[in-house]
């Protein structure tokens, strides 16, 4: 996997995208947004780590997620199981 | 305590024929149809125009149909601004055939070719056959009871009837109810053609010699039935009345119906003494119509059984001509075309109608709409929509306009 494909842009750029689709407005997705005001639950949880293992062969449980309240927080414990 | 009467006071529906009840009446009405190459698909339909992205995100076809069916028939209604009565008072029953079948085919493919862990979440409540009244409620904010109706090809007419006993009753106000299927997917097509009840040559032509099964279609209608006092209160005037309902079993063979049509004679009878009116009262008789030869004469049997010397001067027709058969769909959609004609006094045609056979002897309306006797112009027009299912589950709604 190339650098270019895990750099925190690409992430960024490839979550949101992802998000959007699943409802909120893309503009209103932002690393300070919180899932809760995005509408975003559990269920787009499991899509969201599915899209992460497709995408970068990362595997997260739901469990990982239990204290992420941002979108920002989830990005950043993606980017920290960057190899 | 006295029944409460059932007003309809807004439709909504997506069918072969487009986008909206009133372009399902015009037409077919003008012999118009929306089978193209052997099946009944909503061409029109684009869900973007009526869901928010999470609800199209999160829900199979047939509940896009229902839910953009269903913001048609609020808006018609008068609904559109608000909801006029106590949420917990407003119930939603809605039938469906077979639910999210195109979901259940998807996911068991990217099960099979791309392992457990590709296998979305949102599968169970895509698929489930009542994710059509959940996101409804979901939608509008209805609180009050809420269901899935399951018989096959009569679930919307079942559901219908389920919905009327609700207001009735007086459980709830008003009811927001129909049928939604989307069913043309690869597995069901194969499926209903291995058991040999679609057609060949995907001709829809109901009581015609040369029928030779239905054609498969999708699509959903939605009615809003409510206490005919409180939307006359409200200012409303409704487009129809559900008088009667009746719903029966032939017992007798899992798809074929009872050659005699005995189960649905008793539906249809049924039916008519839950409406308080006789046979002779009836002005049209919307059929179940599907273009297989077992239910057409089966039926043309169960109209004569049910309404004796009258069935020769009812004119009797049917929409699946013009749309194919839209299963747990059918029935709602029918009711709602049933009430339209009504209210415009007219019976509109069986089309493809072209070579009699020997016993199919009724006024099928072939070709074109024919108007309803004078004398109703000025007193109301009561009409049955006959919806059976496979399993022989039959369900009759008596419909009046006034």
Known sequence: MSSVETSPQVVEEVLFEAMAEMGPERADIRREATFEELDLDSLDLVEIAQIVEDSWGIELDPEDFANVKTIGEALDLVLARMP | ?402
């Open chain 2, 1 to 402: 305590v006295s029944e409460r009467r059932v007003a309809i006071t807004g439709v909504g529906a997506v069918t072969p024929l487009g986008v909206g009840a009133r372009v399902l009446h015009d037409r077919w009405m003008a012999g118009c149809s929306g089978i193209d190459e052997g099946l009944g698909r909503c061409m029109e339909f684009d869900p973007r125009l009526v869901l928010t992205k999470k609800e199209a995100h999160r829900t199979d076809r047939f509940t896009q149909l229902a839910i953009a069916a269903a913001q048609e028939a609020f808006e018609q209604a008068g609904w559109g601004g608000g909801l006029p009565y106590d949420p917990e008072r407003i119930g939603c029953v809605i039938g469906t055939g077979i639910g999210g079948i195109g979901t259940i085919e998807s996911q068991h493919n990217i099960l099979r070719d791309r392992g457990e862990k590709a296998v979305s979440a949102l599968s169970v409540p895509m698929m489930m056959s009542n994710a059509a009244p959940g996101a409804i409620a979901m939608r509008f904010g209805l609180t009050g009871p809420n269901w899935g109706v399951v018989s096959a090809c009569a679930a919307g007419a079942h559901a219908i009837g389920s919905a009327m006993r609700l207001v009735q009753h007086g459980e709830v106000d008003a009811v927001v109810t129909g049928g939604t299927e989307a069913g043309v997917t690869s597995l069901a097509t194969v499926a209903f053609a291995r058991m040999g009840a679609t057609s060949r040559t995907g001709l829809s032509c109901p009581f015609d010699a040369r029928r030779d099964g239905f054609v498969l279609g999708e699509g959903a209608g939605i009615l809003l039935l409510e206490d005919a006092e409180a939307a006359r209160a409200r200012g409303v005037e409704p487009l129809a009345e559900v008088l009667g309902y009746g719903a029966t079993a032939d017992a007798f063979h899992l798809t074929a119906p009872e050659p005699e049509g005995r189960g649905a004679a008793r539906a249809i009878t049924r039916s008519l003494a839950d409406a308080g009116v006789v046979p002779a009262d009836l002005h049209y008789v919307n059929a179940h119509g599907t273009s297989t030869p077992l239910n057409d004469r089966a039926e043309t049997n169960a109209i004569k059984l049910a309404l004796g010397e009258h069935a020769r001067r009812v004119p009797v027709s049917a929409l699946k001509s013009a749309i194919g058969h839209l299963m747990g769909a059918s029935g709602a959609v029918e009711a709602i075309a049933t009430a339209l004609a009504l209210s415009e006094r007219v019976a509109p045609p069986t089309l493809n109608y072209e070579e009699p056979e020997t016993g199919l002897d009724l006024d099928y309306v072939p070709g074109v709409p024919k108007p309803l006797p004078a004398r109703v112009v000025a007193a109301r027009a009561v009409g049955i929509s006959n919806s059976f299912g496979f399993g022989g589950q039959n369900a009759v709604l008596c419909i009046a306009a006034h």
